[in-house]
């Protein structure tokens, strides 16, 4: 396969890690599904190379090594590893048409299932977790099968609509952001938060949201200061050593 050099770059190195932690992660908070799914970000300065994690590997055991660099057009530049197709056409789509440096893309369990429901997604004036995301959801309400093709891919970017959190019908979701640290920390809250609603839910009992101007409010507070996502995802370093080898 060709090489890239910005592949050893230290910034890209840097990134390659920082992707391989959000991976392990995922896995250790059993946000991950086997070897499916996909995490990616735009390398520096660019919009048309993105690191991505390889096709065949459980997440748990990804190292800076295994990252792989590919273009929005799927071809591999650097990396020792396949990538799985869903990948090419989902993440080449949103990285080119939102812009977006960071895309998480996972079935997580109660995320998902609230994918399910006629609402199809979060309610954000439930929880306190759940008002961070407050104006920030898209809904993509309609499943199409796998997407095996530009077009599909291109779909589900532009259900997105400006947005950077979305909920797929019947599928999964998708969660955007321009670093690392604070996209998987909002990947991370909004399972939590689709769990509690959908605990809630299972009481049978009604539920009680809160005034969507409050909710707005509170995601106004949580997006104005990210140290609290920077010192979870170092926290994550030091939890979660990258494997050897």
């Known amino acids: 396969m060709p090489a890239d050099s910005d592949y050893a770059s230290p910034a890209v190195r840097k990134l390659r890690e920082d992707l391989a932690l959000a991976l392990r992660a995922a896995a250790h908070h059993g946000l991950s599904e086997g070897v499916c799914n996909h995490f990616s970000v735009l390398l ?10 390889p096709r065949g590997l459980h997440w748990s055991e990804i ?21 799985e197709p869903t ?6 789509a949103v990285h080119r048409i939102t812009g977006h440096a960071v895309v998480l893309h996972c079935h997580m369990p109660y995320a998902t299932a609230l994918t399910l429901t006629a609402e199809r997604a979060l309610d ?22 796998l997407a095996l093709d530009d077009a599909e891919g291109e779909r589900i970017a532009r259900a ?72 979870f995802f170092e926290a994550l370093r030091r939890m979660l050593p990258a494997p050897r080898g």
């Not at 990948?87 to 080449?92: C, E, R, S, T, V």
């Open 124 to 145: 954000p004036t439930l929880s306190q977790n759940a008002m961070r995301y407050m104006n920030r959801i898209a809904i993509d309400a309609v499943y199409n099968g």
């Open 160 to 231: 997105m609509a400006g947005k950077d959190i979305a909920f797929l019908a019947n599928h999964g979701v998708i969660v955007a952001g321009a670093c690392i640290a604070h996209a998987y920390d909002d990947l991370y809250y909004l399972e939590r938060a689709s769990l509690h609603q959908v605990i809630a839910q299972s009481t049978g009992r009604p539920l009680v949201p809160v005034d969507a101007k409050m909710a707005a409010h509170v995601a106004a507070q949580i997006q104005g200061e990210r140290e609290q996502s920077d010192l």
């Open 87 to 92: 990948a090419l056409f989902i993440h080449g």
């Open 44 to 53: 520096p300065g660019a919009q048309d190379r993105y690191l991505i994690n």
């Open 63 to 83: 190292g800076a090594d295994d990252i792989v660099l590919i273009d929005v057009h799927g071809e591999v530049l650097a990396g020792r590893h396949r990538v």
